[in-house]
């Protein structure tokens, strides 16, 4: 990155709006349409990543469950699967790490884009007790579009993921998995910190061509799983 890039306002960076339309179960118009805004950034957040749509499809799927609900979204980014679960009555909480306000004021964009007025945006930072998990209310669903994709973070993921688990033992954590490499498994750390995951087939609920936006090569590399305290195990990685 040149200096002028470094030092030029973030009011002046390349910003776009994506459009996601997802489809009423009984025609083929779209239900609900969705407008993300992206800017050209190259922090992680500040755009939207294959793991999203497909999240978001399952969440715009199970939509009738989710009203009411508390949802709080992790590593929201563009908040897309976040934004979903808002629009179809959910309560919902989207986070993003302290270290990267531009991806939180990212999340306040995309509400402010959809005219979501209740939607909370907060920072949280995987892995670390704060205040601001610590005054989290119940939470029903945890929601986490390509969290893991660095091995150096995946326990943090599931530290949080346990600590809210265990505070509210029904709530299940969806997430969407980019597989980069055969070599990469959350299983030890599901393990120790107390947890199960199930896969969720994505072709059981995902179909591409069914939406715009989703000619990302990536998209075929995602996988869905729901997580869930392992009842057998349950004493195993108590966060105290
Ligand atoms: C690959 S991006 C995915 C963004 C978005 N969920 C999506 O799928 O489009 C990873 C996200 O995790 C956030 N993140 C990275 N490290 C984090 C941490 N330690 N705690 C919380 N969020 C973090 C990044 O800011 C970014 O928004």
């Known amino acids: 990155m040149s200096e002028a890039e470094k030092t030029r306002p973030s009011d002046q960076k390349y910003t776009s709006m994506k459009v996601f339309s997802f489809e009423g179960d009984d025609s083929k118009s779209s239900a609900l349409r969705v407008n993300i805004p992206e800017v050209a950034d190259s922090a992680y957040g500040m755009y939207t990543w294959p793991c999203a749509p497909v999240l978001a499809q399952y969440v715009w799927k199970h939509r009738l469950k989710l009203q009411g609900k508390v949802v709080l979204e ?97 709530c299940q954590f969806w997430t969407t998995y980019q597989k980069r490499s055969a070599m990469r498994s959350i299983e030890f750390y599901l393990k120790k910190w107390g947890l199960a995951a199930e896969e969720v087939p994505v072709t059981s609920f995902f179909h591409k061509d069914g939406m715009q936006h989703c000619d990302y090569p990536g998209v075929d590399s995602v996988h869905m799983f729901d997580i869930t305290l392992d009842q057998r195990n349950s004493s195993c990685g108590s966060v105290t």
């Open 74 to 170: 992790i590593g929201s980014g563009t908040a897309l699967a976040g934004v979903v679960a808002a629009k179809c009555g959910a309560e919902v909480i989207l986070s993003d790490s302290t270290l990267f306000p531009d991806c939180l004021e990212n999340c306040r964009k995309s509400c402010h884009a959809n005219d979501l007025k209740n939607v909370k945006v907060i920072p949280l930072t995987w892995g670390l007790v704060t205040l601001a998990l610590l005054q989290l209310p119940a939470v029903d669903f945890i929601l986490g579009s390509d969290c893991f994709y660095d091995t150096k973070d995946f326990e943090d993921v599931l530290v949080t993921v346990s600590f809210l688990l265990k505070r509210n033992p029904d």
